[in-house]
């Protein structure tokens, strides 16, 4: 937990670096999330943050809370009266509440969610991959190239975790057969996962295996190596968040 928690403030802390000078028209600048501006991205991270501080603090009323919650869209319309600084406070006030309550966690307790509940140790996780997911749409949306560093292995493991996910939340089968994930991280080392002898393979960099499960990249538009169709069936499914089907990114070239 602490090395997590130690890797969601340095994830907070890149982010923030990159609002912090942002004049009052750049956060209108419209994103890669169809509909969504720079403020969108952050007013998301900040009301899911306030959620997740309830789901640890209250979880029976978070619960109970789940059916009166609209959808991630119409909670971005609900923030688009707030300035900048408000947008900024809210955010640097969410996320710092959050922080505290993770740190009274241990790695095992159970956490309700919108998905089916979770380990603290993936609920924290969970929230450091959302942090980088809206924090490349505002990067992209700046036009400023990120330097991935080696956090993106905790969303590399999520990803992984969530293959699942993909599948049963478009109602198709998941295949049986074993996927081995082999990525280069950004520090040069390599990351594994699954069985060593299976005959399905996802292989390349580690940021363009993040980008696919987080939907921020369509898979053609990768470097990565997939062997078989079950690693393909996968690879064209990927949601490493909680919620409905996303639409994904389309080709580049299309």
Known sequence: MAELLDDLRAETASLERLLEPLRDADWELPTPAAGWAVRDQVS????????ATRAVTDPDGFTAGLSGVTSVDDLARQARG???DELREWFRAARGRSMEVFAGLDARDRVPWFGPPMSAASFVTARLMETWAHGQDVADALGVVREPTDRLRHVATIGYRARPYGFAVRGLPQPAEPVRVELVMPGGDVWTAGPADAASVVRGPMLDFCLVVTQR?????TGLEVVGEPARAWMETAQAFAGPPGEGRPPRSS
């Open 44 to 51: 998301h991270l900040a009301w899911f943050d306030e959620a």
């Open 82 to 84: 707030m300035t900048p």
């Open 217 to 221: 990249i369509h898979l053609s538009d």
